[in-house]
């Protein structure tokens, strides 16, 4: 199994920027298709991004394409979302996940199906 751990979050401007990391440890990194989601106080849990196994397939949420990049970096196991032009909406807590699938599956965009799951890292865009 794999274990992440989100950093990065904060509080920033309306108009702001903020890189948020996902270290990860145990199994293979490159193994885990990978996701960010985020949960706003009151609200399900929504997502953000997510990445294939070697990066060269991304899918974003519509509210956040232009704004927001997904990267890794299997060499050091780390997932990475850059954020910019950030809006007072986009608070929430951040939560980075993974899934194991085969290299040519399709991206997952839903909750249930990442199976580990990082603790959350705060985010708040002030307006």
């Known amino acids: 199994q794999v274990q992440l751990v989100e950093s990065g979050g904060g509080l920033v401007q309306a108009g702001g920027s903020l890189r948020l990391s996902c270290a990860a440890s145990g199994r293979t990194f490159s193994d885990y298709a990978m996701a960010w989601f985020r949960q706003a106080p009151g609200k399900e849990r929504e997502f953000v991004a997510a990445i294939s196994l070697g990066g060269g397939r991304i899918d974003y949420a519509d509210s956040v394409k232009g704004r927001f990049t997904i990267s890794r970096d299997n060499a050091k196991s780390t997932l990475y979302l850059q954020m910019i032009s950030l809006k007072p909406e986009d608070t929430a807590v951040y939560y980075c996940?993974?899934?194991?699938?085969?290299?040519?599956?399709?991206?997952?965009?839903?909750?249930?199906?990442?199976?580990?799951w990082g603790q959350g890292t705060q985010v708040t865009v002030s307006s």
């Open positions: 996940a993974a899934r194991l699938q085969a290299t040519s599956a399709v991206l997952r965009t839903t909750p249930k199906e990442y199976n580990y």
